[in-house]
């Protein structure tokens, strides 16, 4: 079945630098790439997806590549800001295994001041 | 549009006992799925329903369960609590598969076993 790396497991940032989580999957029929940011007490909030037909998508400070060849997607924040800080999964689909998503482990980002 | 909603938000149980927990979609989604989410696991799946039936499980036990409503509401049971039951449960809403693949979650429910 689908299985998800992430890494780093925690990062830390000053305000202002970029921010780069990474991913890998396993299963090539994957084909929905989501990334999700969770705060404290609170549930996942999509910020961004891509799917396979698209190599990269940006949403202002947002951005997510994707290489199906290497099976590796990235979540590129730039301009950090406070308020960024959060636990930041990403996530596999693939109609194979009945369209689950298959979450990474997480990693938690801290934007220092 | 209101966002997924999850009742209770918080729950208190013993070893032994079982529980319900449920979930509203957003308006318009037929697919629930649940999750669990520890600190060691991540986010694991446990199930999701459409239409009122289960179309895929997660490797959980049968003690997990769960069940859709004809307007999508949907709960989740969980019987003889264990320890490690102890865990956020989440619910995420998504249209029909044909329509679109982004799930949206809901709060969650925390749920502590004593």
């Known amino acids: 079945g689908e299985n998800v790396e992430q890494h780093p497991s925690t990062l830390s940032v000053q305000e202002g630098d970029s921010a780069v989580i990474k991913c890998t999957y396993s299963d090539s029929a994957s084909n929905y790439f989501p990334w999700y940011k969770q705060e404290l007490g609170k549930g996942p909030q999509l910020i961004i997806d891509i799917r396979s037909n698209v190599g990269e998508k940006k949403d202002q400070r947002i951005a997510v590549t994707l290489n199906k060849t290497a099976k590796h997607f990235s979540l590129h924040i730039t301009e950090t800001q406070p308020e960024d800080s959060a636990v930041y999964f990403c996530?596999?689909?693939?109609?194979?295994?009945?369209?689950?998503?298959?979450f990474g482990q997480g990693t938690e980002l801290s934007v220092k001041p | 549009k209101a966002g997924v909603t999850q009742t209770p938000r918080y729950l208190i149980k013993t070893r032994g006992q079982q529980v319900t927990l449920s979930c509203s979609p957003i308006s318009g989604h037929r697919s629930v799925s649940w999750y669990q989410q520890t600190p060691g696991q991540g986010l694991q799946f446990l199930f999701e329903y459409f239409s009122e039936t289960q179309r895929n499980k997660g490797n959980f036990p049968g003690r997990f369960s769960g069940r859709q409503f004809s307007n999508s509401r949907s709960e989740m049971n969980v019987s003889t609590l264990e320890l490690g039951d102890s865990a956020l449960y989440l619910c995420a809403s998504s249209q029909d598969r044909a329509k679109g693949d982004e799930q949206f979650f809901g709060p969650g429910t925390r749920l502590t076993v004593l």
């Open positions: 996530a596999a689909k693939s109609w194979n295994q009945g369209g689950k998503l298959i």
